[in-house]
């Protein structure tokens, strides 16, 4: 499968796109400076209900945007962020 078709799967099944995951992990404290990826994954996958591979697209588009790590001054938006 290739990452669009993770992506596309995801939006089909969440309704959300990665901008969207990103806001939501930043409000509940779970995308920080220092947060690693399987501790984003985790929540993901309880929060979302998605399983640990489409997840980890999620990670993988935010790392392909820039957002992560996140800056420590970011104070919970990324300039220039985009859905």
Known sequence: MTFDAYMNNIRARTGKAPQDFFDEAVRAGVLR???RAMEFV???KGHAGLGHGHAMAVWEAFKRNGWVPLAADAG???AGARR
Do not use: K, N, Q
């Open 42 to 44: 985790a929540w993901l």
């Open 33 to 35: 400076p220092d947060t």
């Open 76 to 78: 919970g938006t990324r």
